[in-house]
């Protein structure tokens, strides 16, 4: 499932926060979360989308493997596209990781 992770971390690009696109084989929200709160570290594929600036088309390009400090993160949504309703997504859409154990 593809999520979109907020960490408390500068960005590249020097904003307070940053934001990590990824896919992990988790298939829930909820389940996601059980893997965070027993993990120090995680490993997830990262995307970037990607538009072609001849086409204005958007693609998703996989930058490989990366490994997460599960105590950077602050805040982990299921990943929407843009021009998808986010009405299927209304009750996993936001959840703050540390001390939410269901």
């Not at 088309?57 to 990943?79: D, F, M, P």
């Amino acid at each position: 499932m593809r999520f979109i992770l907020t960490l408390s971390m500068p960005s590249f690009s020097n904003n307070l926060v940053h934001q990590v696109i990824c896919d992990h084989s988790s298939e829930s929200l909820s389940e996601f979360t059980e893997v965070i709160n027993d993990s120090d570290f995680i490993i997830v594929d990262q995307f970037y989308n990607v538009k072609n600036e001849e086409t204005g088309e958007r693609h998703w390009e996989h930058k490989g493997a990366i490994t997460i400090n599960t105590s950077l993160i602050g805040k982990v949504q299921i990943y929407v596209e843009k021009n998808h309703s986010a009405e299927a997504f209304r009750r996993e859409t936001t959840l703050t990781m540390r001390g939410s154990r269901r």
